[in-house]
């Protein structure tokens, strides 16, 4: 198996490389992919950030059979093992077919083994705006948040670096207000449509504005998982962030957030994390 280190070259401009053709079968696509430096995690170097991958999944998730008439309501991944750095596959199929209602699954294989599951429903889209209302909060425009690099000083990794961040005012501990976006892109030579890179921005949410400190609190709370659900197609190229972090006595945390687009509130996202004290 190919290292990060060993399999990337210099001046990289994504977080994956696809390393072989894609093949289809039978309903079941298969791609091939190394990952970059720009893929690296927070918690372990030899690992991914769970952000990219979430990116890597979605890509795949939208080019399989897609249908105009669709909209992805959810998208939820579940993380089965150590995301190794290096060489993936990601082997998509469908879960439960259907004229209105679809669910399809990606999973990412690393080291001969299932790493990550993604799963997405999708489900025909229809004129409701006579009954649409949104009694989430708004997130200030982009223009009205300054530029913040707190995100990479606390985090180390490759994909912490190659993120971009603006916030607000009233951010705060357990109560993170911010827009971030990247000028990577997910697979190398494939421009991403808004859905795909603010999916694969969203596990952010979980490092924006934690309650407690790695480096000084000396806990780890990584989470095990990252649901998001629409309310429509993603729009734009930046990812505005409202979240709640809160922790419990026995071993458990969740982050929940608001999510934004250029065109206003998009969703939500939550996170579950295993809380381990140093």
Known sequence: MTSSLQATQPHETAYFRRTKP??????????FFVSTPHAQGAWQEDELHMAPVSGLVAAELEA??????????????DILGKLHAGEVKVV?????????????????????????????????????SNVGK???????PLEQAEPWDEMSQR?????????????????????????????????????????????????TANG????????????FFANVDLTIHFLREPVGQWLGLATSANIGATGGGITSAI???????????????????G
Not at 93 to 111: C, D
Not at 134 to 140: A, N, S
Not at 208 to 219: G, H, L
Not at 259 to 277: K, P
């Open 22 to 31: 894609i093949e289809i079968s039978e309903d079941v696509r298969t791609s």
């Open 64 to 77: 399989y059979q897609p249908r105009k008439d669709f909209i992805t309501t959810r998208i939820s991944f």
């Open 92 to 128: 998509t199929e469908t879960v439960r077919p259907g004229r209105t209602i679809e669910l399809i699954q990606s999973t990412v294989y690393a080291q001969g083994r299932a790493v990550l599951v993604g799963r997405t429903w999708k489900v025909i889209a229809s004129d409701t």
């Open 134 to 140: 949104l009694h989430d909060p708004e997130l200030p």
């Open 155 to 203: 985090w180390p990794g490759g994909f912490i670096r190659s993120i971009q961040t603006r916030k607000f005012a009233e951010h705060a501990p357990g109560h993170g207000r911010v827009w971030i976006t990247t000028d990577i892109d997910v697979i190398e030579g494939e421009t991403p449509s808004p859905f795909v890179k603010l999916v694969g921005l969203a596990d």
């Open 208 to 219: 924006v504005a934690p309650i407690a400190e790695p480096s000084t609190d000396n806990v």
């Open 259 to 277: 999510l934004y687009d250029a065109d206003g509130i998009l969703g939500r996202c939550e996170q579950s994390q295993t809380v381990r004290m």
